[in-house]
């Protein structure tokens, strides 16, 4: 088992940055591969973005690619997203989620079946 929260969230301007964190306790933080989700009013969830247990694979859904990095603290236990150029598009709730993979590597998995998830932060980018 794993609990997650993540924190970060907020009101910035198109343009701005934010970064949000998510704090993994429970399991060996390590053998999971981490995403971050987001959900928007009226619209169904999508991954944003991915990042493998050993933290050497990332993914990024198109519309966030060179805006977005994702990275992970395996001693912190930690996953972040730094979101730079927001675009009132961006705007949702995002969530951290993590499914538990048999060995440190590389491999992103599909979107679906992750195990966990945190309850989300909101993320609001004015225009």
């Known amino acids: 088992q794993v609990q997650l929260v993540e924190s970060g969230g907020g009101l910035v301007q198109a343009g701005g940055s934010l970064r949000l964190s998510c704090a993994a306790s429970g399991r060996t933080f390590s053998s999971y591969e981490m995403g971050w989700f987001r959900q928007a009013p009226g619209k169904e969830r999508e991954r944003v973005a991915a990042?493998?247990?050993?933290?050497?694979?990332?993914y990024y859904t198109d519309s966030v690619k060179g805006r977005f990095i994702i990275s992970r603290d395996n001693v912190k236990s930690a996953v972040y997203m730094q979101m730079n150029s927001l675009k009132p598009e961006d705007t949702a709730v995002y969530y951290c989620a993590a499914r538990w993979v048999p060995y440190f590597s590389d491999y992103i998995g599909p979107p679906n079946g992750m195990g966990y998830w945190g309850k989300g932060t909101l993320v609001t980018v004015s225009s």
């Open positions: 990042i493998s247990s050993s933290g050497t694979g990332t």
